[in-house]
Structures are given as C-alpha cells and as structure tokens.
C-alpha cells in the first residue's frame, strides 16, 4: 500500500501521498522519541496499537459531531485520512495536573482542574515546541482568532466525549495533545489520538498506561500499551 511519494516523516508517523490527490495514507512507526527527540527508543507493536486505537476514537469522534480527517484503516499500521495543511499549533487539554503544567507552575502532580485547561504550544522541533499565549499565536499569525476559537471548541467537545469513553474503561484521561488541520478550508481533527499523545492512568492502581512509562523509564512500555488496546478496541 506505502507505494506512493513519500511527503514527510515525523518522528512516529510517515505520510504518502495516494493516487488521490486530496487523500495521503498515514503509516505508523514503532519509533519513540521524548524530550524533543533527545531520548530515542522502540516500543515494539506500538504503530499498529496506536493506528487502531486512533481508528476507534476517531470514528467515535465523528459519531460525535467532531470533524476528522480520518476516512479508513488501511492496514496495521496504515490509515488512510484527507490531506490537510496542519495548523502549527499543538493544543493540548488538561484534566489532571502532570507532567510540563506541574513543573512549570509548581502544582501538585494528581490534582484535577476543573474546567479543563486549554494550552498551545508551538509545533516548532528547532524551538522545543514552547507555550504560546493566544497573543503569540497571532503575533507569529499561526492561526486566526475565529481558527482559535475554533479549535478551543472542538478540544473541549473531544475532551467531553473521551473523558466518559476512559472512564467507562477505568482509565483517568488526565491529558492528551491534538493537531488541527485545514481541507478544503474546514479545521478538522488530524494527526493521532493514542498513548503516545494522551496521559492516561488506571482508575484502580494510578499507574501510567501510556508514553510516561518511556518518558521516565517506568517499564512494562509494551504491556501498558497492549493493555490500552484491549481496553479500547477489545
Ligand atoms: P506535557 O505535560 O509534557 O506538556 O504533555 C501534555 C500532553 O501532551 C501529554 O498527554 C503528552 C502530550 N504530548 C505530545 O503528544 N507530544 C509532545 O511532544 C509533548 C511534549 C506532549
């Protein structure tokens, strides 16, 4: 199926370019990378965990009323989606305080913010992807304040679809990233929605199910994200 160009690589995704010319297949990697690519390994099984479990919140997403570009699973670990020009802003979504949002403001890791809480961060590897104010964002003019606000909306209406969706699974979404695109001039939902860009943590135990356990050395990478895909997709 990867037979077409390829039109660029990430650090866990490769994107190639399909007979159709509004249509790129996304194929996942099983390559891992935290701290701006300082730290670099291999989650073994993780494209094809992280294709799937991606196919089925975005199909829930959709179901929901959320635009995405996803369009088919292709295969283990490639999905076909339209072609979108990504806004560079990440938006990331909060329930939980953890990880950068505990460092940088000195707040107790575990504490649940009520309402979530909605940061961008630049998509910028040269720069380390730093926080942006609304105020940045249109300074660097990355996105327009209807884009913005736009995307604030859909963030807020993914979170209020998967928080019960985890929870009905007894996992804690504590945080998750997503990436925004234009086709065809409407903001849709891209990239991928999976361990690797979610934090979450096991009702029962607390213990992380995702990308944290690599993040920190924590061990038993694999299982927590076999464990997720039982969860979500069994
Ligand atoms: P942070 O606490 O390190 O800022 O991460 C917040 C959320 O964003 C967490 O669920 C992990 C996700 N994330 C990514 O998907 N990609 C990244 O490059 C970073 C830093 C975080």
Known sequence: M????????????KIFATGHPDQVLQYFKDDATAFNALKRGTILGKGVIN???SERLFRLLE?????????????????????VTIVPVE????????????????LKEGEPIHPPLVEWYYKNDA?????????????????????LAQIKRLALKVNGVLQPFFGERKMILVDF????????????????I????????????????????FRKDMGRIEEAYQEVLRRVCG
């Open 127 to 147: 720069l380390g992807d730093p926080l942006l104010s609304d105020e940045h964002v249109r300074l660097l003019n990355l996105a327009t304040p209807e884009q």
């Open 177 to 192: 990233k997503l990436e925004f695109g234009v086709h065809k001039e409407a903001l849709i939902l891209a990239d991928e």
């Open 51 to 53: 294709n799937k479990v």
């Open 2 to 13: 990867t037979s077409g160009t390829m039109l660029y690589e990430g650090k866990a995704k």
């Open 91 to 106: 938006v990331v979504v909060r329930n939980v305080v953890a990880g950068s949002l505990a460092k940088r403001l000195g």
């Open 194 to 213: 999976s361990p690797d860009t979610c934090r979450f943590w096991d009702q029962t135990t607390g213990e992380s199910m995702d990308k944290d356990r």
């Open 63 to 83: 179901q929901q009323g959320v635009p995405t570009h996803f369009i088919e699973r292709k295969s283990d670990r490639e999905m076909l989606t339209k072609k």
